[in-house]
């Protein structure tokens, strides 16, 4: 018989899977920012009951932030500084949800976070070696990050991003930072998704 944590695990798994199928390849970064489709039923099926802090990582318009806020959650969108200026311009009401972030210079603004997103970030990162720790140091202890990235196993690495990963490298650097693996796994052929638990600390 599974325990709580390992039924949890077993359900992101395979609601990671299916919603990963059906939104196909709107992780990646251009679809995924623009498309306002996004099946924000994932979030009631995995998380606890709000509030709950979520940060989402290279946000854009803020749109993940602002929606997760409508859902109950205490969400943020963070982005480089110029993006953050203009997101700020365009949509004012959620100034305050906003934050900036520089991912190759500097840390992840805030910590305590209960869940982070990372889609389509990492392979636009010069310094991508630090982001798992980064992201670690930003997380409460048990809670989760959600990657997604190009399979570098079927994609050549595009013009717009520095790097793209294997699953077996993606989980390494993870594991490197002390987060354990969750699920992994390539739901479309060129998409790559990961769910990584930071470890908790023991007493």
């Known amino acids: 018989m599974l325990s709580g944590d390992h039924r ?5 798994t395979d609601e990671a899977r299916e919603w990963s199928h059906h939104q196909e390849m709107k992780f990646s970064t251009v679809l995924y920012r623009r498309n306002r489709d996004i099946d924000f039923s994932l979030f009631q099926h995995l998380l606890s009951t709000p509030p709950m802090k979520i940060l989402d990582l290279g946000c854009n318009g803020s749109y993940v932030a602002q929606k997760l806020c409508q859902m109950g959650y205490d969400a943020y969108g963070a982005d480089l500084p110029a993006v ?3 997101a700020q311009r ?5 100034s305050d949800r906003l934050l900036t972030c520089n991912l190759d210079t500097g840390e992840i603004p805030g910590n305590g976070y209960d869940l982070v997103l990372a889609l389509g970030v990492i392979e636009h990162l010069v310094c991508y070696e630090g982001f798992f720790g980064k992201v670690a140091r930003a997380l409460r202890s048990g809670s989760i990050v959600f990657v997604s990235t190009c399979n570098r196993d079927a994609i050549e690495t595009e013009r717009h991003h520095y790097h793209h990963f ?3 490298e993606l989980e390494a650097l993870a594991q490197g930072a002390q987060l354990e693996t969750i699920s992994i796994a390539t739901p479309s052929r060129t998409s790559l998704i990961g769910a990584f638990r930071k470890l ?4």
């Open 8 to 12: 949890k695990d077993q359900m992101i």
């Open 200 to 203: 908790r600390v023991k007493a």
């Open 166 to 168: 294997s699953a077996g």
């Open 84 to 86: 953050v200026r203009q």
């Open 90 to 94: 365009d949509y004012p009401e959620a």
